[in-house]
């Protein structure tokens, strides 16, 4: 069995993603046996899995599981990556979890939703000039009508050597609005958000938020509103 680089549009249960580094491994989507699996590959060159990598379990109820497989991944500090597990437990639910590439283990960070708005989206993922990186995933979806769904939080979390788990910056209610378009310029975080429980008059706003001591203090965060062009 190899891999192999596809350009086209490949089914998630079909899937792998691959883990760049001098020993790259892939999460591989086993359909047969509805789980997902971590192999060790033979190199970047060949793609080829060598043998499967020993992992904890995800969960104590993962034996319960229909079905779990890896939707998407992020690379972060300390060589950690953050997997984006679907489950079904009876329904369809997601995870996020952090997988260290040092010892091979997985540790539940929060279970999720995906982009109420974009279905195939379960995060946003920004990296820093120092090696910082930024997550936004959401929360708390709730059903408005027929197909329409609203993501009633987004939470933006930092990860650093400082805080290879992650600290939260923000968890930013719909009634701030969810983010459509954000930038980080100058140590300032600088989100467009949109409230559009009412598809009629969707209320839109500009926030900054000042990131520049959160390595180094703790800091009192708050929003403060900007003009619309900071952002654009």
Not at 35 to 61: C, G, H, I, Y
Not at 144 to 159: C, P, Q, T
């Amino acid at each position: 069995m190899a891999l192999t680089m596809e350009d086209a549009y490949i089914a998630t249960s079909q899937s792998a993603f691959v883990y760049n580094s001098a020993s790259p491994i892939a999460f591989i989507n086993d359909q047969e046996n509805a789980r997902f699996d971590v192999w060790a590959l033979e190199s970047m060159n060949s793609l080829k899995p060598l043998k499967k990598v020993a992992t904890n379990v995800l969960s104590a109820q993962s034996k319960n599981w229909i079905n779990y497989s890896v939707v998407d991944v992020a690379c972060l500090p300390q060589q950690q990556l953050l997997v984006t597990v679907n489950y079904y437990d009876p329904r369809s639910k997601i995870a996020l979890y952090l997988y260290d590439t040092s010892n091979q283990t997985f540790g539940i960070f929060s279970e999720a939703d995906t982009n109420a708005q974009d279905l195939g989206k379960y995060f946003e993922q920004k990296d820093l000039e120092n090696g910082e990186t930024i997550i936004i995933y959401y929360s708390d979806t709730k059903r408005k009508s027929a197909e329409i769904y609203h993501n009633y939080y987004n939470n933006i979390v930092l990860f650093s050597d400082k805080h290879p788990q992650g600290i939260e910056i923000l968890k930013l209610s719909i009634a701030d609005g969810n983010v459509e378009d954000w930038q980080v310029i100058n140590k300032k975080l600088l989100l467009h958000t949109v409230d559009n429980r009412d598809h009629k008059d969707p209320k839109t706003y500009f926030w900054s938020l000042d990131l520049s001591k959160l390595l180094s203090t703790q800091l009192q965060l708050g929003l403060a509103p900007v003009q619309a062009s900071g952002i654009r």
